[in-house]
Each structure stands twice: as structure tokens, then as C-alpha cells.
């Protein structure tokens, strides 16, 4: 059994939802810019400094709670749509309220807090990391200033200009870094919140599924199959697993923007050989 569209389905949905908080995005790293380059002109001493990095601040703290509120409200719903999913596939099933003390309204909680706690350290690091990155721009910026005034003896406003232009250009060409990942890329808050949110969506829609299918009894799964350049799911496509006894090794990695999500295999009472 396969599935083409459900990943595009909900990754569709992911980007859809995500494009509100991308967009807050957006709009803090133009105003973290314009304050920046505005601070720049204006001539780096100390209080314009820590004017500029205080404004950065209150910006960044705006983000987090626009973030956490984001999460808290998109994260369950995407959990509840993976419970929703294949409700089809459970006609007939008797699910496993109450059996062996199991309570799965309370397993529902723990996993939609985990994975929303999870978001939150996720977000919160991207968002921290503007703050350090706009305090690092500062501090280039001002031995730029320093090495002007060695150079030339003074800063004047033509000095404060060409300091200014230099800065834009690094800023244009660097941007405002939120994280770096392994390989050395750099992301902007924009870029890497589109992918976290779509990821942190996808992720919460898979553990609802898996949870929805253990409430019936159903622990066997398919990895979906669809049309994409081969990475590093696509050893995994069509693979059926048992999530009792499944290791780390026997599910895909879902590595950013990851479109493959999991198929319950009620009619299935091993794994076929």
C-alpha cells in the first residue's frame, strides 16, 4: 500500500499555515535591517549601540511569544488531523480504551506537549540566534568605524556614509543569520522558520497517526512512496515496520521539508516477508 498525495496534502496544508508565521518573519528581519543601517548612519558610540540592540531585543521578544502562540495553536491541530487521517482504515476495530489501564487521552496530552515543548526549544534557538547574529553585524560594523578613524584620524559624516554603504553590502550579502546547520549553510529566520514550521507540522501529524493506530491495536505502518529525487528516505519508501520493536534504524531519518509520513496496516499481523 501507498500513498502519493497524502504528503503533498499535508505538507500543502503545513505551508499554508506556516505562511502567517513566516510572514512575521519577514517583516522583523526588514525592521531589524532598517534599524541596523539606521544606527550605522546615525555613528556607532556606545549608547547608539545598546539603543539599536535594545530594539533588536524587543523585536526578538515579540517573535518568541508570536511563535509560541503559533505553535500552541497549530501543533495540536496537526496531531488531531493525524488521529482523524485514516479513520476508515479503523472501521471495525475496537479501539483500546481502558485495556490493561491504558489511557490514551493522557498519551495524547504528553505527546502533543512534548513535541510542542520541542518546537519551542527549536524556534527559540533560530530566534535567539538573530540576536546574536544582529549584536555580532554591530560589533563588525563597529571596528569598521574604529579602523576608519585610525585610517583618517576622525569620523565625518563622508567617512559615516562609506561605513554605512560597506555595512549594507555585508548585510545584503550575509543577511541576519538565525542558524547554521551542519554543513556550514546559513539560514535566515524567514528561510529557516518556513522549514521548521513545515517540519514541526509534518512531525506532529505523524505522531498522531502513530498514536491513533496503537489506540486500535494497530502497530504495523508503511513509509508512503512518492515521486522525488532520491535522498535519504528513499531506501525507506514501501518499508513496512513494526513500532514495538522498530529501531532508529528502521525509520527514515524525515530530514527537513520530509514529504514521506506513515500508512497504518491494520490487515497486517507480522511484517510479510
Not at 134 to 143: C, D, G, L, W
Not at 150 to 160: F, L, M
Not at 180 to 195: A, F, I, N, P, T
Amino acid at each position: 500500500m501507498s500513498d502519493k498525495n497524502i504528503g503533498d496534502k499535508v505538507a500543502g496544508k503545513a505551508d499554508k499555515v506556516s505562511q502567517r508565521l513566516v510572514n512575521l518573519y519577514l517583516e522583523a528581519e526588514e525592521e531589524i535591517r532598517r534599524q541596523l543601517v539606521e544606527a550605522i548612519s546615525r555613528g556607532l558610540n556606545l549608547g547608539n549601540r545598546l539603543q539599536v540592540l535594545d530594539s533588536i531585543r524587543q523585536i526578538v521578544n515579540e517573535l518568541t511569544g508570536s511563535t509560541r502562540n503559533w505553535v500552541e495553536i497549530t501543533v495540536p491541530e496537526f496531531y488531531k488531523n493525524g488521529v482523524k487521517e485514516y479513520q476508515d482504515l479503523y472501521k471495525g476495530i475496537t479501539p483500546l480504551e481502558g485495556i490493561g489501564g491504558v489511557d490514551f487521552g493522557l498519551i495524547n496530552t504528553r505527546v502533543v506537549e512534548t513535541l510542542m515543548g520541542n518546537a519551542f526549544l527549536e524556534f527559540g534557538e533560530a530566534i535567539q540566534g538573530v540576536m546574536r547574529s544582529s549584536t555580532a553585524f554591530i560589533n563588525t560594523a563597529t571596528r569598521v568605524q574604529l579602523r576608519d578613524t585610525i585610517v583618517k584620524g576622525e569620523i565625518k559624516g563622508s567617512s559615516i556614509r562609506n561605513i554605512s554603504k560597506e555595512m549594507e553590502k555585508i548585510f545584503l550579502d550575509k543577511g541576519i543569520t538565525a542558524f547554521v546547520d551542519k554543513g556550514g549553510r546559513r539560514w535566515s529566520l524567514s528561510r529557516y522558520g518556513q522549514m521548521l514550521s513545515r517540519t514541526t507540522l509534518m512531525n506532529a501529524h505523524i505522531e498522531g497517526v502513530i498514536t491513533e493506530g496503537a489506540r486500535h491495536g494497530v502497530y504495523f505502518f508503511e513509509i508512503s512512496s512518492h515521486p522525488h529525487l532520491s535522498d535519504v528516505c528513499s531506501p525507506f519508501e514501501g518499508r513496512i515496520f513494526d513500532i514495538r520493536t522498530a529501531s532508529q534504524d528502521d525509520l527514515p531519518l524525515y530530514h527537513p521539508n520530509c514529504l514521506h509520513v506513515l500508512i497504518p496496516r491494520p490487515d497486517l499481523q507480522s511484517i510479510p516477508k
